[in-house]
């Protein structure tokens, strides 16, 4: 019985009465299940993710064609600066081992080092998924989205993706941006796209050589299905407006679900690196102070340390399901 | 605890190990060799197995040796890691099955082409 109950003599409830059950302190081992419920709370939104991937298995956006930038380079690079973000997460989590190693010897030094290391860390990885998020809301090409929320983008000859200002037409636009001056004093309207769907039209027109291309994935060669110039006037037939770059309600690369999905679990994940660092600059501070040196025990550093560790576990299966497979 | 060993050797032999495997999911990803990305096996690419296994590859070195695992008593591992695979690879059954059936259907009700 005493191992297990709770005794105010041997230290209070917080420590769990000194007692530790698999000789793991109250706070590890609450710890850990903070982390069970938590990788079960990210297993549901990937699960939902996963659900709505299969159900939209012939139409889903090629994530290759989504994430292609890296900053202050211009061109086509798929991948790379999520690899990065993603080397840059397991580094940080090395140093983090590595403090958690060093105070089980006792060495502060070596602590302060690599906690910071780690909170450096932390604080590039937020910064880069921030400026992901950034290139992803700004968009790339622009598309034009149908009356039933289809979205078809625009193809040079090679089949190349176009943006939509290279082919639109100049034609001047009557459309003014809704403000309260102008309009409903409760209703506004974020800034217009850059070109009308007017002019998209008549550009398309204008331009033989430009092709269309639907979300329809041929499943045979992975690649979206192209359409001929007599079938793409038929979609633009039905075209209800342009779109430019990605939010919660629209979303350029295809599927609205997806930048939801981006958004949400992506977000999540960030808040977690962000609650991570402030929790790692706590601990910065009290090892400066020497809090842990005083308490005979790094142990505090090892659990913010399995928190940490998490984070960069889930990225390792967020980084899977939305940018490899 | 100060009697414990150093594991920094170790530490930095999962680190190199880790970068491997993410280098190779990434060379992948980006080269996308038909051959794997193109072949079907139960369900879905052998390209999609690959980086499925490997993920889980990653995550075990990460719960094993920098959340140490290893170090923890028996059954407070099995107690941590044997609900989570459980409840995990229930829910990723089930809600993978019922997203394949509305994929099934929905693409009979979904037209291609317009009038």
């Keep these: 019985m005493e191992a297990i109950v709770a005794d105010p003599q041997k230290g209070g409830a917080w420590s769990g009465g000194g007692s530790q059950p698999f000789g793991s302190s109250y706070g590890k081992m609450m710890m850990w299940f903070f982390i069970m419920s938590d990788a079960l709370t990210f297993s549901g939104f990937l699960g939902a993710y ?27 690079f798929p991948m790379y600066y999520v690899a990065f973000m993603t080397f840059v997460l397991i580094f940080s989590s090395v140093t983090m081992v590595l403090a958690v190693d060093a105070g089980k010897h006792m060495q502060k030094g070596k602590v302060i080092v690599y906690m910071g290391l780690t909170i450096i860390g932390g604080l590039i990885f937020l910064g880069s998924q921030a400026w992901e998020w950034k290139t992803f809301i700004a ?4 598309a034009v989205q149908l009356e039933d929320g289809k979205i078809v983008q625009f193809v040079d000859a090679s089949g190349h993706q176009l943006t939509l200002e290279s082919f639109a037409s100049n034609a001047p636009s009557e459309r003014v941006q809704h403000k309260k001056e102008n309009g409903l004093w409760f209703v506004s309207e974020s800034g217009l796209p850059s070109v009308t769907l007017e002019q998209v ?94 308490r005979g025990h790094y142990e505090m550093v090892e659990k913010v340390g399995l928190y940490w560790h998490f984070v960069d576990l889930v990225w390792v299966f967020v980084f899977t399901f939305f940018y490899l497979i | 605890m100060s009697h414990a060993k150093s594991h920094t050797a170790l530490i ?7 970068s491997l495997v993410t280098i190779v999911e990434v060379f992948l990803g980006i080269v996308k060799p038909a051959s794997l990305n193109l072949t079907q096996l139960l369900g879905t690419s052998i390209l999609n197995w690959i980086f499925l296994i490997l993920t889980l590859v990653k995550a075990y070195g990460i719960a094993w040796y920098f959340m140490h695992l290893k170090d923890e008593k028996t059954w407070f591992r099995r107690a941590i890691v044997w609900p989570v695979v459980f409840l995990i690879s229930v829910l990723a059954f089930f809600v993978l099955y019922e997203g394949d059936a509305l994929g099934i259907i929905l693409q009979e009700w979904t037209s291609w082409s317009y009038n």
């Design chain 1, 201 to 294: 039209k008549e550009g398309f027109a204008n331009n033989p050589d430009i092709s269309m291309r639907t979300e329809l994935i041929n499943l045979d060669t992975k690649e979206k299905t192209i359409v001929s110039r007599e079938e793409a006037n038929k979609f633009l037939n039905k075209a209800t407006r342009v779109v430019q770059g990605a939010n919660l309600t629209e979303n350029e690369y295809g599927k609205t679900l997806f930048a939801d999905f981006f958004f949400f679990i992506t977000g999540f994940h960030g808040f977690h690196v962000f609650s991570g660092i402030l929790i790692n600059i706590i601990i910065f501070f009290n090892v400066i102070i020497g809090t842990y040196e005083r």
């Design chain 1, 50 to 76: 996963g659900l709505m991937r299969f159900k939209f298995l012939d139409s889903w956006p090629i994530a290759d064609e989504v994430f292609t930038h890296i900053p202050f380079i211009h061109g086509d």
């Design chain 1, 139 to 142: 968009g790339s090409y622009g």
């Design chain 2, 12 to 18: 930095w032999k999962v680190f190199a190990f880790l």
